[in-house]
């Protein structure tokens, strides 16, 4: 019979950290809003859509997130950072994901930002003016 030997504590505490540093960026990847939806938009379309070209959020890339929100500013003082943001911006790749993206926003009590191209100097595409959670549905 072998008798196992003690791991060394310099590799138990390098564990430990990597362990709680990948916890912590899993629970802060998203928020509780952002899986509802997404678990909502999975049971109202059977067209699969990838998260990383169709979901955009703070959490997970700040980055493209402020990049694809910026995109199609026409207005820049709309982006200032007293505005208002989304809590995540949608882009369909199918038809079935608009509809879904609305129902589940009604379910959710969301409010809906649509964001379809064309001229936009006042704004209403991407800032809202209710204090209440907005996401973009970027067409």
Same mark, same amino acid.
């Given at each position: 019979m072998r008798i196992l030997k003690p791991l060394p504590a310099s590799s138990c505490i390098s564990f430990l950290v990597l362990y709680f540093t990948l916890y912590t960026v899993t629970q802060t990847s998203s928020t509780p809003l952002q899986d509802e939806f997404i678990n909502c938009l999975h049971r109202y379309t059977n067209v699969r859509f990838p998260l990383e070209k169709t979901f955009f959020?703070?959490?997970?890339? #700040? %980055?493209?997130?402020?990049?694809?929100?910026e995109s199609t500013a026409q207005n820049q003082r709309y982006l200032t950072k007293s505005m208002p943001k989304p809590e995540f911006i949608f882009k369909p790749v199918h038809e079935?994901?608009?509809? #879904? %993206?609305?129902?589940?926003?009604?379910?959710?009590?969301?409010?809906?930002l649509v964001r379809s191209g064309g001229h936009d100097y006042e704004g209403v595409s991407y800032v809202s003016h209710i204090e209440k959670s907005f996401?973009?549905?970027d067409l």
């Open positions: 959020t703070p959490e997970r890339n #700040a %980055s493209v997130f402020i990049e694809v929100l079935s994901h608009v509809q #879904a %993206s609305i129902i589940c926003s009604k379910k959710l009590g969301i409010q809906i996401i973009i549905i």
